[in-house]
């Protein structure tokens, strides 16, 4: 059984072989600093990384390093980067940490008293857009709203980033559909556009100038005292959603497997962001309405991401017509997996879970790890529906000895199968 296959049966609740994903999304990857690390122990090439996605430094997970780790899926997304340069003509930067990686040949940052700043577009005339403090292994959004006026607040100007889809963009998606579909791997696809209210989207790294609210919170406070406003963004933005995705479609049409429609986050470590209410009210109407097109036009099952303590909003979630529930954040108030697993697992397929990456895969033994993984699986992958992932990507600084006990485990869990 090849990963689509494998992959296609977990997303129809039927037992089988567990798939396994590292790469596949920006929130099931692997940092570049680990993937140097994991080619080491199996042997491969040692070269420079490619980093696919600068804001998190996430790794490309290769084709050599994905079958050495007996990875089951693969990722599409768009040409672009968070911040607004293309993935192309690659260069070499020397990362603070002192490794060597590839990034973009528009990648254009400037190192001050330890901190390294970058610019969106690569364009220098404009003010860094993020910033990656000393000691850290991550770029941070910088806040650059601009003031404005309650009564001169222009819907338009949260939709600068939300475009009808060019030509380009669209033989991109063919190219790479086209290339994968033949993969043997499950396929999934971040055609963008979709993730409203993202809040690392808020800030418009890849602008130059971003108007309209771009503050984190005045983002979050606005969808208390401004929801007409917001009302009037998503509605906007889910119109132009639907329009690109029909145009996609016509052009790759059930190639892909499973598509990402938002990374929102509702938790936090011991409650949520806002009430069930406020999500069946504000993002519930929006969501409901892509998932209904692409249930309905499509064979492509629909990924919500989301961190945090979201189980009063699972069921809503459901509701709404997602198909996926990633990261799976055990380790958060009321995320029990038995009873996420009892409560919901005939409804929605769970995408990753398979270890706290907060503290166990980083600070525990081989030995814990192993058990640990082993409990997840025992529970998640009852009656099917189960994508193994950890619980969002792999961090930098992760003992590599953790992740080989982690892989091991999964592996001898599956071969029983």
Known sequence: MNGKEKLLQALRHTKGPIPLDFGATAVTGIHCSIVADLRAIYGLEKRPVKVIELYQMLGEVDEELREAMGVDTIGISGRNTMFGFPLEQWKEWRTPWGQEVLVPVNFEVDEIDGDVFIYPQGDRSAAPSGKMPEGSCYFDALIRQQPFEEDSLNVEDNLEEFKHISE???????????????????????????????????PGLGLKHPKGIRDITE???????????????????????????????????????????????????VSQFCSVETFRSLYYPYYKRVNDWIHANTAWKTFKHTCGAVEPFIGSFIDAGFDILNPVQCSAAGMDP?????????????????????????????AEVRKEVTERLDIFSKNGGYIFNTIHNLQAGTPIKNIEAMLDAFHTFNEGR
Request: overall charge negative; charged content about 20%.
């Open 338 to 366: 038995e009873y996420l697993k009892n409560t919901y697992g005939e409804k929605i397929v769970f995408w990753g879970g398979g270890i706290d990456t907060q503290k166990t895969l980083p600070f525990g033994t081989p």
């Open 219 to 269: 983002w979050y406070i606005s969808t208390v005292t401004r929801q007409d406003f917001i009302h009037h963004i998503f509605d906007a933005q889910i119109t132009i959603a639907v329009e690109n995705l029909k145009r996609i479609f016509e052009r790759v049409g059930n190639a892909i497997d499973v598509i990402f429609i938002c990374g929102t986050d509702f938790g936090t470590q």
């Open 168 to 202: 380009e963009d669209l033989k991109h998606f063919e190219s790479k559909v086209t290339h994968y579909k033949h993969s043997g791997k499950g396929v999934a696809a971040n055609f963008g556009g979709t993730a409203i209210g993202d809040i690392a989207l808020i």
